[in-house]
């Protein structure tokens, strides 16, 4: 019985069906289905699921937005009932676009995949200073530090974010990760940054990934 | 051959004396290097020093918020169409849109109050007689539509309420129908080619998927080019990233000329573009700016240039991959660029 209604919840909200997704969670719930159940089985592995599709360009922006939709106005039920259990993240990222760069789409991707796998994200947006970067990461103690750049004017200011991680003496805390058009796999060795994705969906496993390896 | 005849020879596939050239729009910030570097004082002394085929023009347009044309719109209703802070993903006037009726507060500007006809002609005849003269008029329907609800309202809209989205985009269709028809009207017989677009391409792939390209783009597209064409003009229409699934669709709208072959997004290699559609369509760009331009040498812009030209004997008009040339673009790099495509006859690789 469980198991039917959690796979309904993940095909709603593959379809980017926020209010079945809604009703369905709120149902689960008075089934009496553990709340990390729902969120887990039903509603990030439904989001990890258009991800695959998406990386594969199966779907595109449209259909991985409303699906995050969903997947939010499905979290936002759960959030008390996981609070109240007391439930950790698998991790947390700081994620935003770098100094002078407005472009935000793949970053706010990048921080849904994030989400859908099992991040608590913080979203500094866009044009975001260096400095900004090292001090929410050491505030919130996160793993990941994640940034995008859609220019080549602004791809060196990923090196600045790096030389101020290194200036405090930090660098090895965290796991930095950069993306977006032109940034590429030689650009990453270039400026000392861990891992480069090309999209959203391999960032968001790498991410988890590279956590759980460091936490092993 | 003069720069007209090359462009229409271009555009018609047929043998030109060596490709024509466009230098783009280069970024207010990449402009005073490349002033400097030719040794002129302004943007129209430098369209005629690099040896540019084109001499661009842009539509008038003076509100009492915006002065340009791609910027008409007050989506945020605060007075402040700044092109550098329209980043479409903030949230429109439209982002909690659900129907018609609460599209009916906006004021929708009346581009025959804004655009001032004198103006329009004063700007075409800056033009050269011998270049060809080019509208680059946008009207971004799709981009203006996404700002309007805020990009992720709008890409959502397209499937969770398609009609509310439609109903913005016909509104801002018939302001550019409309605008457009002024400027043609006021420089009929001077223009030669308009570029109008919408970005619609990724790095990767598209940003939507084809089909809905082909619904809620497309038909905008048609209207656009059939409104050109009446007037004798040729059609560039420009997409960023990589659009190669929908390059069929905007050869069927009548599109004459593809821009800017985003070199290094995924699809969009000139070889294959020439391969599949080299007979059909023309092409204007595909010298990278994500790499090639930035950071390689005059020596290897050449080398560049001389595999287009070799690619593309004709149907192509070499120019950046993207219009906008950055700070980070030597100008020695825009010079070998141009005189690279500028050497007669037939070139060969080595
Ligand atoms: C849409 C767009 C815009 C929109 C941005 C809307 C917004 N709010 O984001 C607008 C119109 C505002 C815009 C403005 C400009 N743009 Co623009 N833009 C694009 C375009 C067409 C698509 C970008 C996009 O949204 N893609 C969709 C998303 C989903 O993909 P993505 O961003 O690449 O993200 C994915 C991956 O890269 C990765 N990823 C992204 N971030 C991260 C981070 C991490 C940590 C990881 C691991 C992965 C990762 O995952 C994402 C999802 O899979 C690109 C073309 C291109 N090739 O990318 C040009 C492009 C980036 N723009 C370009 C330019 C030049 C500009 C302008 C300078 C133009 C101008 N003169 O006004 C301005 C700059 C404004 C500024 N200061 O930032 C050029 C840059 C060229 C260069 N030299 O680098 C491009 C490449 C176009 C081209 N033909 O060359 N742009």
Redesign the pocket.
């Known amino acids: 019985m469980a198991a039917a209604i959690i796979e309904e919840i993940s095909e709603f909200l593959q379809k980017g069906r926020a209010k079945n997704v809604k009703k369905l969670v709120e149902e689960a719930l008075a089934q009496g289905i553990d709340a990390q159940e729902i969120l887990n089985e039903g509603l990030l592995s439904g989001m990890m699921i258009v991800g695959g599709k ?1 990386k594969r360009n199966e779907v595109f ?1 449209p259909e991985v937005l409303v699906a995050a939709r969903a997947m939010n106005a499905g979290v936002a039920i759960l959030e008390p009932h996981l609070v109240a259990a007391g439930n950790e993240p698998m991790g947390k990222a700081v ?1 935003g676009t770098v100094k ?8 706010n ?2 921080a849904m995949m994030m989400k859908a796998a099992g991040f608590e994200v913080y979203d500094l947006g ?1 044009d975001v200073e260096a400095e900004t970067f090292v001090e929410k990461a050491e505030e919130v103690g996160a793993d990941v530090i ?3 750049a ?5 791809m060196p200011n990923m090196q600045s974010v790096i030389d101020a991680l290194n200036a405090k003496g930090v660098r090895e805390k965290y796991i930095v ?7 590429t796999e030689s650009f990453k060795e270039q400026i000392g940054a861990d ?9 968001a496993e ?1 991410a988890k990934a590279a956590v759980e390896a460091k936490k092993a | 051959m003069n720069s007209i005849e090359r462009f229409y020879a271009t555009v018609n596939r047929e043998p030109v004396d060596r490709p024509a050239a466009w230098l783009g729009m280069p ?1 207010i910030h990449a402009q005073p290097a490349l002033f400097a570097h030719y040794g002129v004082k302004d943007f129209h002394e430098l369209k005629l020093a690099v040896g540019d085929d084109f001499y661009a023009v842009e539509i008038p347009y003076q509100s009492p918020n915006s002065s340009a044309i791609y910027a008409a719109f007050d989506w945020y209703m605060d007075g402040n169409v700044d ?2 802070e ?4 903030t949230p429109g006037c439209f982002a909690e849109a659900e129907e018609p009726e609460d599209l009916e507060f906006f004021e929708w500007p009346d581009p025959a109050k804004y655009i001032d006809v004198e103006e329009c002609r004063r700007r075409v005849e800056m033009a050269p007689k011998d270049k060809v003269c080019l509208g680059v008029i946008w009207s971004a329907h799709f ?1 203006d539509t996404c700002a309007s609800f805020g ?1 992720e309202n709008a890409l959502m809209n397209m499937i969770a309420n398609p009609e509310i989205y439609e109903a913005v985009d016909a509104k801002i269709m018939e302001f550019y129908l409309k605008a457009n028809e002024i400027f043609y009207e006021a420089t009929k017989g001077r223009l030669n080619a308009v570029l109008i677009g919408n ?1 619609m ?4 792939g598209l ?1 939507l998927s084809p089909d809905m390209v082909r619904r809620f783009i497309i038909p905008g597209c048609k209207k656009l080019v059939e409104q050109a064409h009446s007037y004798g003009l040729k059609v560039i229409y420009h997409s ?3 659009i190669a699934d929908v390059i069929p669709d905007l050869i069927e709208a009548g599109v004459d000329i593809i821009h ?1 072959i ?1 070199a290094l ?1 995924a699809g969009m290699e000139p070889k294959g573009l020439k391969e599949k559609y080299g007979d059909q369509v023309s092409f204007c760009g595909g010298v990278d ?2 790499d090639l331009l ?1 950071n390689g040498s005059p020596e290897d812009v050449r080398l560049k240039v001389r595999e287009l030209r070799s690619i593309f004997p004709t149907g192509l008009i070499i120019s950046p ?2 219009e ?1 040339i ?1 700070p ?1 673009i030597p100008p020695q790099n825009i010079e070998a660029l141009f005189d690279e495509a500028q050497k007669p006859g037939k070139t060969s690789l080595v």
Do not use: N, W
């Not at chain 2, 391409?201 to 990767?204: A, E, T, V, W």
């Open positions: 998406f922006v994620i002078g760069d407005l472009h935000d789409i793949g970053k991707l990048v866009v994640g940034m995008s859609l220019l080549t004017t602004t990760m950069i993306g977006g058009a032109p940034v891992y480069y994705t090309a999209d959203a969906t391999s960032a790498v | 970024d092109a550098e329209r980043t479409l993903t981009q990009m970005d391409g990724s790095q990767r940003i960023c990233g990589s800017p985003q997004a700016t994500q930035v991959s993207h906008a950055l980070d």
